[in-house]
């Protein structure tokens, strides 16, 4: 598969075909290490990429005595109004 190397502001990109990023498990917005190897780029996931949030996940994980509670963070420093 052939794609073209693109101008984009100060840098150059490259389109990655949607079919590309799937066989690799990489979705849009995701972080992908390059790597450099006997002339060739290598794109393979990011070993830290952060994986897709789901919120109904992340309230599942909630201790059930949970109460949200204000903090005091004193009184503003700069131009902040309230």
Same mark, same amino acid.
């Given at each position: 598969?052939?794609?073209?190397?693109?101008?984009?502001?100060?840098?150059?990109?490259?389109? *990655?075909?949607?079919?590309?990023?799937?066989?690799?498990?990489?979705?849009?917005? #995701?972080?992908? @290490?390059?790597?450099?190897?006997? +002339?060739?780029?290598?794109?393979?996931?990011?070993?830290?990429?952060?994986?897709?949030?789901? *919120?109904?996940?992340?309230?599942?994980?909630?201790?059930?005595?949970?109460?949200? #509670?204000?903090? @005091?963070?004193?009184?503003?420093? +700069?131009?902040?109004?309230?």
């Amino acid at each position: 598969m052939e794609t073209k190397v693109q101008k984009w502001g100060n840098s150059h990109g490259v389109r *990655l075909p949607q079919a590309i990023l799937r066989e690799i498990g990489v979705s849009p917005g #995701e972080v992908v @290490d390059l790597q450099v190897a006997m +002339g060739k780029i290598i794109i393979k996931p990011s070993p830290g990429r952060r994986k897709k949030i789901n *919120l109904e996940e992340l309230v599942k994980k909630m201790p059930k005595n949970y109460r949200v #509670e204000e903090f @005091d963070w004193g009184r503003p420093v +700069g131009r902040e109004f309230w």
